[in-house]
């Protein structure tokens, strides 16, 4: 299963950005997103709207999910790299390409883990 897309470096119109996005709120995946340069990449986490008990999840974590992609985030990073996050979004900027593209599968893991986790709870 396709965790996130990686955009082209061209992607005219945000085509395929808003194709991923379109696909990821029909079935109700995590919306990521890579996006490549010549050796660095950014990884993105948008919150789209779940149904209301997904919802309910992701707004009571209180930090949880920020602090725990913090750590996913500090795996992969070096001295270059920056990150920006909340329970509602997550940027992991500037992280080598293949430690990226590993950032943003643990990524997905974790929003999914998350909300399936206190669904069956």
Known sequence: MQKYIELPKKDVG?????????????KQFPFITLKSRTKLADVHWDYITYPTNEDGILN??????????????????DKRS???GNDHLVWFKDLE???????AEELYDLVVCY????KKA
């Open 14 to 26: 945000a085509k395929v950005e808003n194709e991923w996005y379109a696909i990821c709120q029909k």
């Open 97 to 103: 390409i293949e430690k990226a593209k590993l950032a």
């Open 60 to 77: 009571d974590l209180k930090g949880k999910l920020r602090d725990d992609a913090l750590e996913i985030f500090r795996k992969y990073a």
């Open 115 to 118: 909300i399936d986790g206190h």
């Open 82 to 84: 920056e990150y920006r």
